[in-house]
């Protein structure tokens, strides 16, 4: 390279370096402070400046005052201020489109780099029932297998956005199809009346009219009809009447420990309660078909490619439930 060549290539960088000032410069003047953005996109989604300071932990003050300032900024209004009431502008809803939709692509975008920056990190959600009966108890084969990866639980009954929440893996009970992810069936649940080893003699069987002597375990809430003991008694041709001396919980792992307590029969049954029915534990001596229920999907976001750490816990867990399916 000779002098005059030299010379070209430092003006064209020092030509780039000025452009690229230049936007940068530009970027500062003509955009908004992130705070007001974020500011309006929670207060145009919820139209309410109460419920957005909630949200972003800030004062309802705050959040005016930053609404009015994103307005002198803009030089137009974003919202019409009601009576205990508020609206967009029609400038305001086609601004709030933009900015949310940028803000949510912000949002991935961070979250990918966020999910890959620890390729030995795994976050799995499940429900508390899964986790507390098939997940925990059985985790430490994958610790031994892979001590080298980090697990994180996220424990809810909700299906999570599994991109928003920056979740990996997910198992899932219900009917596909699942909206935005991939799904993989590991088995099916089956229940039947169900009680603590030591509840009734030590190999009786009992006819399903005997439930009606016996107290029983309910599960209350947002459950379906299959899960309830006035359902089982009606497949069974039985007259439905409340046991006396019953009890009700609301959540699936308090149903599970009042049974473990001889508490009285529940509807209850695999692959949650295996490792019980195993030991003896729990058993099931009532002479009556199961109950066949949903199943347990082993779920992946949609169009993302799992890291390594996540493959390999996919892996297990497929392992686990194939080696139950097919104990040969």
């Not at 009970?173 to 229940?191: K, Q």
């Not at 080893?197 to 379906?224: K, N, T, W």
Request: hydrophobic content about 45%; glycine content about 6%; some cysteine.
């Amino acid at each position: 390279m000779d002098i005059r060549d030299a010379c070209l290539l430092f003006n064209l960088r020092n030509a780039y370096a000025i452009v690229k000032l230049s936007f940068m410069q530009r970027l500062r003047s003509t955009l908004p402070s992130p705070n007001l953005l974020v500011s309006f996109e929670a207060a145009g989604r919820l139209l309410s400046f109460t419920r957005a300071a909630t949200e972003l932990n800030v004062t309802r003050v705050a959040v005016s005052q930053q609404i009015r300032a994103l307005e002198d900024f803009l030089g137009v209004p974003l919202f019409h201020r009601l009576h205990r009431a508020l609206s967009l502008t029609q400038v305001g809803e086609r601004y709030h489109r933009a900015i949310s939709g940028a803000l949510e692509q912000a949002v991935r975008a961070t979250a990918e780099i966020s999910k890959h920056a620890d390729k030995n990190m795994v976050n799995v959600t499940a429900t508390a029932g899964f986790t507390t009966y098939w997940l925990m108890p059985n985790i430490g084969g994958f610790r031994q297998k892979h001590p080298e990866i980090e697990l994180r639980f996220v424990i809810s009954d909700r299906y999570l956005d599994l991109v928003e929440e920056n979740i990996d893996v997910a198992i899932r009970y219900g009917t596909p199809p699942f909206s935005n992810v991939n799904a993989d069936h590991l088995v099916r649940e089956v229940i039947a009346p169900t009680c603590a080893g030591d509840f009734v003699q030590s190999g009786q069987q009992l006819p399903p009219e005997d439930m009606a002597r016996h107290p029983l375990i309910h599960l209350d809430g947002p459950y379906e009809e299959q899960t309830r003991w006035s359902h089982w008694f009606r497949t069974q041709g039985l007259e439905w009447r409340a046991s006396q001396g019953g009890i009700t919980v609301n959540t699936y792992t308090n149903l599970v420990q009042a049974v473990l307590d001889g508490q009285g029969f529940a509807l209850i049954g695999m692959p949650l309660i295996a490792r019980f029915l195993a030991s003896g534990s729990l058993v099931q001596p009532v002479l009556a078909p199961a109950v066949l229920r949903h199943s347990f999907y082993l779920v992946t976001p949609n169009n993302h490619r799992p890291s390594k750490a996540a493959s390999a816990f996919c892996d297990w867990v497929r392992r686990a439930f194939d080696a139950t399916a097919n104990p040969d």
